[in-house]
């Protein structure tokens, strides 16, 4: 369905299934990356180093602790807030937000994926 009706996408979004969801994890590639493999973006994964790029942790580079395909968030290690009662944690960032410094090469299917791209 395609509709320009804000209320629509928005519930489109949110009623979306989560194995279509993989294609708003899409993040820019940093310019060396980008020189290295000639892909601009690629979807993030856990493993993967990245350098938050919006909000209160402009600047911060970690590695992708966690990725929430239901609320659209990943979790950076480093970026986290303390709670009242003392403990700490992880601060959910929308993957937009992030820029990929360094891809976990790990898994063959991704190794692929680059290829057909462009590697």
Do not use: C
Request: hydrophobic share 30%.
């Amino acid at each position: 369905m395609v509709t320009k009706s804000p209320r629509k996408q928005r519930k489109m979004l949110y009623n979306m299934p989560k194995h279509r969801r993989h294609t708003l994890f899409s993040a820019r590639l940093s310019n060396d990356l980008i020189d290295k493999y000639g892909v601009k973006t690629m979807p993030i994964r856990k493993g993967d180093k990245v350098q938050v790029q919006r909000g209160d942790y402009v600047g911060h580079e970690g590695e992708v602790l966690f990725v929430d395909r239901k609320a659209i968030k990943i979790g950076v290690e480093g970026a986290a807030i303390e709670k009242t009662d003392g403990t700490e944690k992880i601060y959910p960032i929308h993957p937009s937000n992030v820029m990929i410094t360094k891809l976990d090469l790990s898994d063959e299917m991704r190794k692929k994926s680059l290829e057909k791209k462009g590697w």
